[in-house]
């Protein structure tokens, strides 16, 4: 009964004696498998001998981890040594240590916490260069610093760099790495991140990121063309590329000539890489080869394109001429005869032409046969006519019509005109009928005769123009 008594008269007096706790950990912070340093000190007012119970609690989990007893005296604060415990993956997110006063009966005196402080399996991963730019087929280095969470050195660690889906693999010691990487000679241009990733032996893991940026090497370019056999007039597309070590476009201006013979410039240009172009050439290209050439400092791509020969003319009657037009690539050099006939007569003309492409012949039927209406007709050797302004490109050798009862005038010099006449009339007089044949005493008279005839119908008009020129010299000569 005496004992009963004792205890509920300490049971009301307790609440009224001042006790206190102190618990604090030595970081904010612990790594899986770091140990938990605490210190933890207890004060009563008056003198208590009992026990001091530490627990850890950790969200849900809890764990009782420490208990010994204490004496102490009053009013004088006393500290506890408190063993290490190691941080385990229980433990994750965060923990506090509960302290418990009690007496050896196990009635709680007084109960504190500590500080609130975490328990992580996350490691720093600090590289010292957050960037690095480099051109294929180097090697770089990766180094930096594995930290735990408080900021402690990794003792030791994995380190494993990857760049590309390619991982190359070192240690840390100390908390220190360092990685060399060797970049291949194919890797493809601009930015990309090096992953590095730490891991201990406590299940510890962490990770970083470098930023890589690589300087695109120009490689070698690639000249595309529609076609390369064009015929004159035609129009080709052209598309100069420049592509780096990784065979991707690089975008920047590219030199672009073309030559005739090695020697003769069509055009120099700058165009874009990648960028399409379209070059018309002319109808009167000449024929052959002509090298395309791009450039990019000392970089080269070449092409070769070939213009066809095209041998064509055009032959059309107009005002009484005839036009010869040369729209072929090359010197038109022929032999051509027109015939020029009505009900009476057939004249053949034949000439000997030569016409550079692009260029254009006339000669005028007035001044090649007497005056009349004719149809014309046309004949090439080599059977390459163009007539009416169709094109014929395979003519057999056969006469071809140019033109129908077209009007000509007689716009021929003295000496065809006289030539003609003598012909014309020498035709009457002269055979198995003609006069001069039967009667050939009086050829002398009918010769002089012709020659009066001719001089009359032909001459008139050039010796008027003789006498009207002497008589107008004759008076200035005398008006002098």
Known sequence: ???????????????????????????PVYNLGNKIRASAS?????????????????????????????VLEANSRTAVDVPELTATSSMLGSCAI????????NLIIEEEGSNVFEVTHKLSVLPVNAKITSLPSETIKIVGIVNEAFGNNVLKAKIKA???NQTYETEAIDGKFDV????PKSIKSGSHQIEITASDAKNNIGDGLVGLEVIAVPNYIKLEVSSN?????????ITSSLYDQADEIIYDGLGLEMVYGNEEKIFTK???SNEKIDYEFSQYAKPGNYLLTSTYKDLKAESLLNITTIREIKIKYQNQSVFIENIGNIPFVEEITLFLQNELQKFAITKKISVEPGKVLAFDLSKEVPGGIYNILVKAQKNVIEKLNESINNVASD???LAENAVIEDNRPIYKKMASGFSSIGGRLVGADGLLTKNPLIAPLILAAIVLMVIVRYGRKPIMRLIKRDKKENKADKED
């Open 399 to 401: 006469e071809e019509i």
């Open 270 to 272: 700058t165009v874009q």
């Open 180 to 183: 060399s990487i060797s970049l």
């Open 162 to 164: 990857t760049l590309d």
């Open 98 to 105: 509960l302290g418990d006063l009690t007496t050896n009966d």
């Open 229 to 237: 056999n064009i015929k004159p007039g035609e129009k080709v597309s």
């Open 1 to 27: 009964m005496k004992k009963l008594w004792l205890f509920l008269t300490v049971l009301f007096i307790m609440p009224a004696v001042l006790a206190d706790i102190t618990i604090e950990t030595d970081q």
């Open 42 to 70: 207890a004060l009563y007012e008056a003198d208590f001998e009992g026990l001091l119970k530490l627990t850890i609690s950790c969200n849900g989990y809890k764990l009782q981890y420490y208990t010994t007893p204490v």
